[in-house]
Nanobody
Framework: QVHLVESGGGLVQAGGSLRLSCAASGRTSSGYLMGWFRQAPGKEREFVAAITWSRGRTFVVDPVKGRFTVSRDHARNTVYLEMKSLKPEDTAVYYC???????????????????WGQGTQVTVSS
């Protein structure tokens, strides 16, 4: 069992920055894929970014590429989502997730992730 806890969300003005953290505990493994998803009001949950725990290979969705950066810290067992130049359309609940069966290939489907955090709200005002 893996327990994920997100933090770092909040209210920020457009153009501002936030760094989300996802602290992992329990049976974490170097083979995991750690993902970030978000869900805006009235919309489906969507993939934002992911990173392989062992090699640090990253995947970032096009709408946030160049503004969002995903990273991990092995010593702290924590994954980060650094968000810059935030826009009102980035407003959403952001979720951290872990895919414990990742072996390459598809990384953006939420049904592949078997552990989820509780989410953290990010609100960007215009």
């Amino acid at each position: 069992q893996v327990h994920l806890v997100e933090s770092g969300g909040g209210l920020v003005q457009a153009g501002g920055s936030l760094r989300l953290s996802c602290a992992a505990s329990g049976r974490t493994s170097s083979g995991y894929l750690m993902g970030w998803f978000r869900q805006a009001p009235g919309k489906e949950r969507e993939f934002v970014a992911a990173i392989t725990w062992s090699r640090g290979r990253t995947f970032v969705v096009d709408p946030v590429k160049g503004r969002f950066t995903v990273s991990r810290d092995h010593a702290r067992n924590t994954v980060y989502l650094e968000m810059k130049s935030l826009k009102p359309e980035d407003t959403a609940v952001y979720y951290c997730a872990a895919d414990s069966h990742y072996r390459g290939g598809v990384y953006s489907l939420d049904n592949l992730y078997d552990y989820w955090g509780q989410g953290t709200q990010v609100t960007v005002s215009s």
